[in-house]
């Protein structure tokens, strides 16, 4: 698919000038309340079902707003040309939000879903073991700020997990993320970290940060078969070394594609 067609307006303007285009397409860290646990390999025993949760063990405070609209506003006729929307197409930016997260050295190349918050304020986690997710509460990666990326290590009922290799992640192994503007963020791991989820780093993990930063997360360490799940938290730490930005057709390249 060229890249264009990844850009919604774009994609947009074609309706209006008539073109038919034909195009397909972990876990908070939860104080495990027991006590005086040492932290010690990730255990390769699949949990019971998918139900591990990452998350900060303080979470963030949802921003809420009262103000809502009091008129509802009709769309206005519009007598724009075809030529006119897809020039105007190109001067709007598509959305931003990372899609897919590839490292080539452990075997993951998995699409990234949004989260957001459960009702008690834990972080939300892929039903399918085999997506990742990235938090909205914090940065895009690529851009300034910590980038939070969970997965799921395992499950009894769906085996292997899409970060179930991540502890085999050594320090400069590279980490790509794909982002919805057709750009990729490049990142290197800096530092892996395994951790008892009731002493989960909240503020190395969440804080503010120079630059861009991405923290991958998992769970680990040993398996509670009474709990039937892992006791502990695997973090990797990655820099953000470049960015190689979307090539994007001039309007005017467009246009004539389709006279």
């Not at 972990?26 to 990452?54: K, S």
């Not at 992640?169 to 057709?182: F, M, P, T, W």
């Not at 991958?216 to 502990?232: K, N, P, V």
């Amino acid at each position: 698919m060229t890249r264009w067609l990844r850009n919604p307006f774009a994609l947009a303007a074609l309706a209006i000038a008539g073109v038919l285009v034909s195009a397909a397409g972990a876990a908070v860290v939860v104080p495990a309340g027991a006590a005086d646990v040492v932290a010690a390999e990730p255990a390769l025993e699949p949990t019971a079902q998918a139900t591990t949760t990452i998350a900060p063990t303080t979470t963030p405070t949802v921003v809420e707003t009262t103000d809502t609209p009091t008129t509802t506003m009709a769309p206005a006729a519009t007598t724009e040309t075809p030529q006119a929307a897809i020039e105007a197409a190109f001067d709007r930016p598509p959305p931003h939000r990372p899609t897919k997260v590839r490292i080539a050295s452990i075997g993951v190349d998995a699409t990234i879903i949004d989260l957001g918050l459960n009702p008690d304020r834990t972080l939300e986690v892929p039903e399918d073991i085999r997506l990742t997710g990235w938090w909205t509460g914090r940065s895009v990666p690529g851009e300034d700020g910590p980038s939070i990326v969970v997965g799921h290590i395992d499950s009894a009922a769906q085996g292997a997990g899409v970060f179930f290799r991540l502890r085999e992640l050594d320090v400069g192994d590279a980490i790509y993320v794909e982002r919805s503007d057709g750009s990729v963020a490049e990142f290197r791991v800096t530092e892996t970290e395994l951790v008892l989820k009731n002493e989960f780093p909240t503020d190395k993990v969440y804080g503010s940060t120079d630059g861009s930063q991405l923290r991958l997360i998992t769970c680990g360490g040993s398996f509670d078969r009474s709990a039937r799940s892992y006791l502990g938290n695997l973090i990797v730490y990655a820099e953000h070394v470049g960015t190689t930005e979307a090539v994007r057709l001039q309007s005017s390249d467009l246009i004539s594609a389709i006279r």
